[in-house]
């Protein structure tokens, strides 16, 4: 995503694209966020503990307009952000959390300040997602069941297997 602009409410304030593992408070989540001012820049922020304290990577000299990007392979999250949106550059290294395969995407906006509403704009979002593999189902043919065999005695052993999200060779 693009954050285009983020306004000035506090130095901390950000417009971010977040994964987080439920919609309550305090729930695992990563995210890659632009400040508005470049002492603090952009961040990878994470919270590998339900109530936990979070982490964060940082890299300062930089604000909107940036791209951000959140990737997740597992339980591995890695953030980027880029100037044009093609050329990325990773944010701090990539953190392994155990978080639910249903995890909730998402834009966030903070003001991080209890008196003002913090306004952004954020543009140019996708997101894709890859279906969850489902391991494949494997059916004996050859021999039968409660076969029984004298020794010593070659066996030949057959099966058949179906995948419901792939093929099988």
């Known amino acids: 995503a693009r954050v285009v602009s983020v306004q000035d409410t506090s130095n901390n304030a ?34 590998p503990i339900s109530n936990g304290v979070s982490s964060s990577s940082s890299v300062t000299g930089q604000t909107a307009p940036n791209w951000v990007r959140l990737t997740r392979t597992n ?25 639910a395969v249903g995890a909730y995407v998402g834009l966030a906006v903070c003001s991080h300040s209890t008196t003002a509403l913090c306004s952004s704009v954020i543009d140019s979002v996708s997101a894709s997602f890859l279906t969850t593999n489902m391991p494949p189902v494997i059916s004996w043919v050859v021999p039968a069941n409660n076969s029984t065999f004298i020794q010593p005695k070659t066996i030949t052993l057959t099966a058949s297997a179906t995948d419901a999200d792939g093929t099988v060779t």
Not at 76 to 97: K, L, R, V
């Open 14 to 47: 950000k417009a971010a694209v977040m994964m987080r593992e439920s919609l309550a408070a305090g729930s695992r989540r990563v995210l890659a966020d632009v400040e508005p001012v470049t002492s603090t820049g952009i961040e990878f922020i994470w919270r």
């Open 75 to 99: 339980n591995t999250f890695t953030a980027y952000y880029s100037g044009n949106g093609t050329a990325w550059t990773q944010i701090g290294t990539s953190t392994n959390i155990t978080m």
